[in-house]
């Protein structure tokens, strides 16, 4: 059987002086709560870091997909394990040795993500995949949200999920950047069965119904 979709809202859109508000918002319609970690180095843009992470995990109980868009990301991924994050995703283009930090990560007792931003092909990470627990195809450039979905990531979520079934891993194929009711189906059509969003539901009226209309056109169920 198919794993059910995950939609994972991103609090890059929610308003940061409020982010337990934020969370406690998408409770019981949420799967995960994306953490878009930004250091100003890896992409132009400078969000939050370990100390809200930790103070943010005791808000709640939804598990935590911390994405980090950052240099080195060998110093910093295990703190976030370590802080209780369900999965920490680092990016390919950041790490020299990915499998070695996958295992560093799995074994702080977080699952291990590798995530692939617009401009790097994914041909050559393929043979990786037995050793993450997610793949995460930027849709976007990474750095900023609210931007514009670039539909012709899609072959690379093909790609990804091909291998996938073709070698049977227990691997999340995870979509971000522009992802909403007008462009989430395509990327589930390619593959995709985990969904950040960060506009879509923070700059919707009702954050939680937002994550039942993307969920509906998925095929999940609530
Ligand atoms: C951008 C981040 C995304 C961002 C998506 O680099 O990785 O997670 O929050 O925001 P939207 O859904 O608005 O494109
Ligand atoms: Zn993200």
Do not use: C
């Not at 843009?45 to 103070?55: A, D, E, K, M, R």
Request: proline share 6%.
């Amino acid at each position: 059987m198919e794993p059910s979709p995950i939609i994972a809202p991103s609090i890059l859109a929610a308003d940061f002086a409020r982010l337990a508000d934020a969370v406690h918002a998408i409770e019981g319609a949420a799967d995960w709560v994306h953490v878009d970690v930004m250091d100003n180095h890896f992409v132009p843009n400078l969000t939050i870091g370990l100390p809200v992470v930790q103070s943010l995990r005791k808000a709640t109980s939804l598990p935590f997909d911390v994405h980090l868009m950052i240099t080195d990301p060998e110093r910093w991924a295990p703190g976030y394990a370590e802080a209780g994050a369900y999965n920490v995703t680092f990016h390919a283009e950041a790490t020299d040795d990915p499998v070695a930090l996958a295992k560093t990560l799995r074994a702080a007792g977080a699952k291990a993500g590798l995530a692939i931003d617009r401009d790097t092909p994914v041909e050559p990470y393929l043979d990786l995949l037995p050793h993450v627990d997610t793949v995460l195809i930027m849709t976007i450039k990474a750095g900023f949200g609210g931007q514009k979905f670039l539909p012709e990531m899609l072959g690379k979520v093909r790609e990804v999920r091909r291998r996938i079934h073709s070698d049977n891993l227990e691997v999340r194929l995870e979509v971000d950047g522009g992802i909403a009711a007008d462009t989430i189906e395509q990327a589930a059509e390619a593959g995709a069965d985990a969904f950040v969003a960060g506009t879509a539901v923070y700059g919707a009226q009702d954050p939680a119904e937002a994550i039942g209309k993307l969920r509906a056109l998925v095929g999940g169920v609530g």
